[in-house]
């Protein structure tokens, strides 16, 4: 069978905002227990169990804009590959698309939600971590505050302290997810002889995909979350080999239950809402064009 076409680009925009915005939401408080278990200062220090939806202003104002240029960058780079280096055959009645496909349009989707998660993120890491009595918006504010003596350019910095390790994160995570899921989807078209996007199959095969990258890509998200809570920016190198030698490896782990819980939930929260979403949005689409076509 062959793979349904990719989503216009509005559709794609709209779904994609508001599966963010859902996964982001309910699973807050595991991104939360995530984040300081990370903590260089510690489990109870950075907060324990206590205010776990410290930082969720950051969240409301990233989540929808984020997700957003992801599914839109990441379906229209696929289109766009796909018309210029069509997927092959693999039986008479059946074409798959390269992995290659899934792995650039995922990159390049991550790295342009990553123009709006950074900063939203390293804001609302401090807060979840306890830092400025836990707001957002103070952490936010202490930024901002700073300008009076760095200026423009090191108040972007600080805005966007992290970029880097946050694309190596992303990057590796998002080339582990999109094909798995691609491809189980695709899997489970054949098997059941149909063209379709299943709705359950989607949010199951999310939540497998998104629960083996998130445990491979766990030590990256350590570094991540360190090098954004630092009081002063460190480069991720030294962050690492300060975490190597004063504890080991074992810290490049803290986490990962709730890390890979938190994903293989919201990778069925987030694949599963935005396939009902692109669903949703088509068959309405259709159903006006078939309006306009009959006046």
């Known amino acids: 069978m062959s793979e349904p076409p990719p989503p216009p680009f509005n559709t794609a925009l709209l779904s994609g905002a508001l599966a963010g915005t859902t996964v982001d939401l309910l699973l807050f408080p595991l991104d939360t227990l995530k984040t300081r278990l990370q903590s260089p200062t510690g489990f109870f220090s950075s907060g324990g169990f206590r205010g776990i939806y410290r930082g969720i202003g950051s969240c409301l104002v990233g989540s929808a804009p984020g997700a957003a240029f992801f599914f839109s960058t990441y379906e229209h780079t696929k289109s766009f590959l796909s018309h210029n280096f069509p997927p092959l055959p693999t039986s008479p009645n059946q ?13 390049l989707g991550e790295i342009a939600a990553c123009a709006v998660r950074v900063p939203t993120e390293v804001v609302k890491q401090r807060a979840q971590a306890g ?5 957002s918006a103070q952490a936010f504010r202490h930024i901002i505050a700073q300008y009076s003596t760095i200026g423009l350019p090191g108040v972007w910095k600080e805005l966007y302290r992290g970029w880097t390790i946050t694309i190596i994160r992303e990057v590796p995570f998002t080339v582990l997810q999109f094909p798995l899921w691609e491809g189980l989807k695709s899997w489970g078209r054949a098997r059941k002889q149909r063209t379709g996007r299943g709705l359950f199959e989607s949010a199951l095969y999310g939540s497998v995909a998104g629960g083996f990258a998130a445990a491979v890509t766990t030590p ?24 190597l030698r004063e504890n080991g490896i074992r810290p490049f782990f803290a986490g990962i239950g709730p890390r890979v819980m938190w994903i293989s939930i919201g990778g069925a929260i987030f694949l599963g809402s935005y396939q009902w979403a692109v669903n949703t949005l088509s068959v309405g689409g259709e159903k006006k064009r078939g309006k306009e076509s009959v006046l």
């Open 220 to 243: 990256l998200d350590v570094l991540k979350t360190r090098v954004m809570l630092s009081t002063e920016k460190q480069s991720m190198f030294k962050v690492m080999t300060d975490i």
């Open 131 to 135: 830092h400025h009595n836990g707001s």
């Open 95 to 107: 074409t798959t698309t390269p992995a290659y496909h899934h792995m650039l349009s995922a990159s």
